[in-house]
């Protein structure tokens, strides 16, 4: 069964709303969790990285005031998309990692949330 | 910096015939490697995996070999079936480092 919850799983909205897109691990403790973006028809495209407690770390380009991320819990991470515009529109993906002490861990990704900003 | 490099594209074979789907990677250090695989509308799901050199990751048919002498890890499976259409990536992360980091992704579409 899914092990990354990620809602909603679509988003219509107008130019200028802030949308809110949660992912839970369900059934582990994610120190590590990773937001993408995806293009129709391109590969994954790493926003940020971020661990339970602390501050995300983005990658080169994306704008930390546009993709507020938040970690505050160890089964949650939360992205906002702040002021959203056309084009912002884009499937966003989630991932969660557990950290069991070392070794290499799965990660495990959400089934994604088509953002259409109109 | 790390990068992966895939066919590009699609490829469409015909059910039961073989398939490689070529991979290969740049990196500065001892990467764990990756095939995803993802249906339209859903997230990527962990298709098969290979932690160390010489290591074969094996799922449904499928299998890759990390060549470390070559940087690759191409996908191969002897007889396509018309349920393996989906679109493949590629993918490494690097020990210690928690990113994973993918190739541009190969929409695989098998004709009956």
């Known amino acids: 069964g899914a092990v990354v919850s990620q809602h909603p799983s679509r988003v219509i909205c107008k130019s200028g709303t802030s949308v809110k897109i949660e992912c839970r691990s369900l059934?582990?403790?994610?120190?590590?969790m990773f937001w993408y973006r995806q293009f129709p028809k391109q590969s994954l495209m790493l926003m940020a990285t971020?661990?339970?407690?602390?501050?995300?770390?983005?990658e080169q380009g994306v704008e930390k005031d546009k993709f507020l991320i938040n970690h505050a819990s160890l089964t949650l991470s939360t992205l906002t998309v702040t002021s959203a515009h056309p084009e912002d529109s884009s499937f966003y993906i989630c991932?969660?990692?557990?950290?069991?002490?070392?070794?290499?861990?799965?990660?495990?990704f959400g089934d994604g949330t088509r953002l259409s900003i109109l | 910096g790390d990068s992966v490099v895939q066919t590009e594209g699609q490829v469409l074979p015909s059910e039961g015939d073989s398939l490689i789907v070529n991979c290969s990677y740049e990196?500065?250090?001892?990467?764990?490697l990756f095939w995803y695989v993802q249906y339209p509308g859903e997230g990527p799901q962990l298709h098969l995996k290979?932690?160390?050199?010489?290591d074969k990751g094996r799922n449904k048919g499928f299998e890759a070999m990390y060549r470390k002498e070559t940087t690759s890890f191409h996908l191969e499976k002897d007889s396509v079936q018309e349920s393996d259409s989906a679109v493949y990536f590629c993918?490494?992360?690097?020990?210690?480092?928690?990113?994973?980091?993918f190739g541009q992704g190969t929409e695989l579409s098998v004709k009956p």
């Open positions: 991932s969660a990692r557990a950290f069991r002490g070392g070794g290499d861990q799965p990660q495990h």
């Open positions: 059934d582990f403790q994610a120190t590590t």
């Open positions: 971020s661990n339970e407690g602390s501050k995300a770390t983005y």
């Open positions: 990196t500065t250090q001892y990467p764990s």
């Open positions: 290979a932690m160390k050199a010489n």
């Open positions: 993918a490494l992360r690097s020990v210690g480092g928690g990113k994973l980091i």
